[in-house]
């Protein structure tokens, strides 16, 4: 599938062929519809923030996205109208901050960040999240 990323090192954002996401249990498929661009991609394009997943080269870009539930799971239907959360608990593992509901608050280390920092973001034709960091 195709996805807007940055390659490790490189001044630009790409158009990238790379795997469609195969979902985990209770992680719904989701077609994006929109992304949002905003200053902190503009930081991460040049490098001043953030960065590609553990192992990986490149990092697909946008943290604000709405898309359509394209195979539902985890309550989640075909058709519905989605928003994903930006942040993550890093490695699945909850921590203070994601029990609390202040996500925002976590330092870094203590969450990932999709499209920004360790996580692959939602500039891609699909992608998948676990159904509780939809809204």
């Given at each position: ?7 490790r090192?490189?001044?630009r ?7 469609r996401?195969?979902p985990?249990p ?9 992304v949002g ?5 503009h ?22 996205a709405v898309?359509?539930?394209a ?22 593992e909850?921590?203070r ?15 990932l ?8 973001g939602f500039?891609?034709?699909?992608f ?8």
């Amino acid at each position: 599938m195709k996805a807007i990323g940055i390659e490790r090192g490189a001044e630009r954002p790409a158009l990238l062929e790379v795997p469609r996401p195969d979902p985990g249990p209770a992680e719904p498929l989701v077609r994006t519809v929109r992304v949002g661009v905003d200053g902190t991609d503009h930081e991460v394009i040049a490098g001043h923030h953030g960065g590609p997943p553990a192992g990986e080269e490149f990092l697909v870009l946008g943290h604000e996205a709405v898309g359509v539930v394209a195979e539902g799971a985890g309550g989640f239907e075909p058709g519905d109208v989605v928003v994903p959360t930006v942040r993550r608990p890093p490695d699945g593992e909850g921590n203070r901050y994601f029990e609390r509901g202040e996500a925002d608050m976590a330092p870094p280390g203590a969450a990932l960040e999709r499209g920004i920092d360790g996580a692959h973001g939602f500039m891609s034709e699909y992608f998948t999240s676990p159904a509780e960091y939809l809204v």
